[in-house]
T-cell receptor, first 113, second 114 residues
Framework: GENVEQHPSTLSVQEGDSAVIKCTYS??????FPWYKQELGKGPQLIID?????GEKKDQRIAVTLNKTAKHFSLHITETQPEDSAVYFC????????????FGKGTMLLVSP | ETGVTQTPRHLVMGMTNKKSLKCEQH?????MYWYKQSAKKPLELMFV???????ENNSVPSRFSPECPNSSHLFLHLHTLQPEDSALYLC?????????????FGSGTRLTVV
């Protein structure tokens, strides 16, 4: 089955800096890659996703890049703010009649004012 | 609110108790999921339902019993749990199991087994 590795497990940045979280996946047939943000006391919320037919997607201060050859994808957050502090999860999924998301272990992002 | 509502938010139960977790979605989704989230572990998929039919059971102990009476409601019945079952239990839904769309999660039930 699919295996998703996520790094780093913890990331501390100063407000205004950029943050990058990286994930690798094992199954070359995976073609859907969402990112989730989980704030304290809440469930994970989808913040951005990318499909394998594109290499980059951007939404305001967040962007995701995908390298299918290397089987890795990354989340980029620019101009970080304290409210970006949360745990971020990457995931990968096959496009098939039946498959489910495989999640990474998560990255705790701490943005200091 | 995300559109997926879980109750209760917190639950403390003894090892001999029987309790149930409830999940409700009115997003028109056809697939619903139960996940277990423990500290320093990846999200663990427990059960998957598609159109009220269970399609996956990831070797979950029988002390956890899911029920999906209709496409909007999902339950997780708990009995004779162990302290290591203490965790955050998350419900999620998606348009379909096979389609490439994100899952919508509820806020979870924080379960403590004493």
């Amino acid at each position: 089955g699919e295996n998703v590795e996520q790094h780093p497990s913890t990331l501390s940045v100063q407000e205004g800096d950029s943050a990058v979280i990286k994930c690798t996946y094992s199954d070359s047939a995976s073609n859907y890659f969402p990112w989730y943000k989980q704030e304290l006391g809440k469930g994970p919320q989808l913040i951005i996703d990318i499909r394998s037919n594109v290499g980059e997607k951007k939404d305001q201060r967040i962007a995701v890049t995908l390298n299918k050859t290397a089987k890795h994808f990354s989340l980029h957050i620019t101009e970080t703010q304290p409210e970006d502090s949360a745990v971020y999860f990457c995931a990968a999924k096959l496009y098939s009649g039946y498959s489910t998301l495989t999640f990474g272990k998560g990255t705790m992002l701490l943005v200091s004012p | 609110e995300t559109g997926v509502t879980q109750t209760p938010r917190h639950l403390v139960m003894g090892m001999t108790n029987k309790k149930s977790l409830k999940c409700e979605q009115h997003l028109g989704h056809n697939a619903m999921y139960w996940y277990k989230q423990s500290a320093k572990k990846p999200l663990e998929l427990m059960f998957v339902y598609s159109l009220e039919e269970r399609v996956e059971n990831n070797s979950v102990p029988s002390r956890f019993s899911p029920e999906c009476p209709n496409s909007s409601h999902l339950f997780l019945h708990l009995h004779t749990l162990q302290p290591e079952d203490s965790a955050l239990y998350l419900c999620a839904s998606s348009q379909d199991v096979g389609a490439n769309y994100g899952y919508t999660f509820g806020s979870g039930t924080r379960l403590t087994v004493v």
